[in-house]
């Protein structure tokens, strides 16, 4: 983690809690704990916390009641809520009170860490620390992935997938974020003459290269500080089955030639190891990076990329595939319906409507989530609302009197002839556009979430305001209040 990110669990009964704290301190997390609903919401007042992990059932104040104060008083940090059944009132009362996540206890260590995760809108990284309980080697398939094509474009990646499935070659997912890369790689598994063998995950950007090299290869005991025991990785685990290595334009240079090695040799050395290890694991990556432009900056090895990109399947957004999203929403309605006990009622045709036309800039995963609050709160004009906001937020920039859809305010920089500037300051120049730039647009792909595009662009949310500031950036939702404040040519 960048910086150390505070989690306040609150929870009456002391196994839960002692439970809890430990998943998301060996994860990484600062955790601090409450026993009762007063208590937190103390430390709430006094205190700074990232997250808040709570229990609805307590006595005193219970979870909802401190819920409804905190958000009462402004309070904005994500709350994540603990309900023991998981259709019950409490969780559809506790987002409508505004909760930002709902688990069911007991709670899972990796739905705990996946929910925190969404909280943050990313991965967080994880410290090199002892795996939180309960954790599994292999991963298990999760709950119904199904793939689901409709529309030519993704008829023509089954087609794909079909004709490769078997010839155990490399796959290179291509695709932006929340396309469903990981179903097409375990559609590929599944496909397989591997499909008996185990299909394990591992996302390249949710660790620091040091802990990613321990999980892919494995550890010698005492390799390090915390190994206590030998540890075989995924590499091994994945052995006559397939890895699947999500986000592999975020690994580093180093751990690239390791992986080159695997590829080429069939074998490897775990961290700390002496002797080299043998193994048959088929490899299909993903990304949403242009490995291409990562070789011209020199971050991703060319070799590398000619080794994995023997076949490339690119998968296309949902917007580009529009006959998609009503059987895709139609699974997602009746998996969550199954889960959270609800009754089967009919959507309202403007709601189906409104979501069949909505430009899921999300993708896939935008789609599930908006189906999983929608059956869970069962309040169609809340979603209908949402999407209009969401709407309006993107369209927001190139609605503001005719300006362009990424406003480039001036900076406030002299503008010297070049050749009158020292190089240092020329290349200090330089660099802050092109920052601007960069925000900018992923100011504007995020609606102006300043915490989502902090998380893109893997910066602290302070260090981002203050780059605001310093480049003269404005949010043109600003402008639009203040039309004074507009200069028309």
């Given at each position: ?65 401190l ?7 402004g ?57 939180p ?10 709950e ?10 993704m ?39 591997r ?63 390791k ?66 999203i ?131 662009l893997?910066?602290?949310?302070k ?6 500031k ?20």
């Open positions: 983690m960048e910086r150390d990110v505070a989690v306040l669990v609150v929870d009456d009964d002391e196994s839960s809690r002692e439970f809890e704290r430990e998943a998301l301190a060996m994860a990484g997390y600062q955790v601090r704990t409450a026993a009762s609903g007063g208590e937190a919401l103390a430390m709430l007042s006094g205190g700074a916390f990232d997250a808040v992990l709570l229990d609805v059932r307590m006595p005193g104040m219970d979870g909802l009641e819920l409804e104060s905190y958000r009462g008083s309070g904005r940090v994500p709350m994540i809520v603990l309900s023991a059944m998981a259709g019950s009132d409490d969780i559809v009362k506790a987002m409508r009170l505004g909760a930002t996540d709902y688990l069911t206890k007991p709670v899972d260590p990796s739905d705990l860490l996946a929910s925190m995760a969404r909280a943050f809108g990313r991965q967080p990284a994880l410290a090199p620390a002892a795996a309980p309960r954790r599994q080697e292999v991963d298990e398939p999760p119904e992935r199904t793939f689901i094509a409709h529309s030519a474009a008829l023509r990646v089954k087609r794909l997938v079909e004709r490769i499935a078997d010839t155990d070659v490399p796959v290179l997912l291509l695709g932006e974020s929340g396309v469903g890369k990981e179903v097409i790689a375990r559609e590929i598994h599944t496909r397989s003459r499909h008996a063998k185990p299909f394990l995950k591992i996302n390249c950007a949710a660790l620091p290269s040091e802990l990613l090299e321990s999980e892919l290869f494995g550890h010698e005991k005492g390799a390090f500080t915390g190994a206590t025991a030998e540890k075989p990785g995924k590499f091994e685990l994945a052995h006559q089955g397939t890895i699947f290595l999500d986000e592999i334009g975020e690994m580093d240079i180093r751990l690239q030639a992986l080159l090695q695997v590829l080429q040799d069939e074998e490897f050395f775990r961290v700390g190891g002496k002797k080299s290890v043998r193994v048959d694991a088929r490899v299909v990556c993903a990304t949403n990076r242009d490995l291409e432009a990562e070789i011209r900056r020199a971050s991703f090895r060319e070799d590398l990329f000619y080794r994995l990109n023997v076949v490339t399947i690119r998968i296309p957004a949902l917007r580009e595939r529009r006959e998609d009503p059987p895709i929403f139609e699974h997602f309605v009746r998996k969550y319906r199954r889960k959270y006990n609800t009754p089967d009622e009919p959507l309202a045709p403007e709601v189906t409507r409104a979501i069949f036309e909505y430009d899921f800039a999300g993708n896939v995963r935008e789609l599930e989530n908006l189906v999983r609050r929608l059956v869970v709160l069962r309040d169609p004009e809340g979603v209908l609302r949402e999407l209009k906001e969401r709407t309006e937020a993107r369209e927001m920039p190139a609605a503001v009197l005719g300006l362009p859809a990424q406003p480039p305010p001036p900076l406030s920089l002299p503008a010297p002839e070049v050749e009158e500037l020292p190089l240092k300051e020329v290349s200090r120049r330089a660099a802050m556009l092109a920052e601007r730039d960069a925000i900018l647009a992923m100011l504007t792909k995020t609606a102006w979430n300043k915490r989502k595009a902090a998380a893109r893997q910066i602290s949310y260090a981002l305001l203050y780059k605001i310093e480049c003269g950036i404005v949010d043109p939702r600003q402008l639009m209040s203040q039309p004074e404040k507009l200069v028309l040519p």
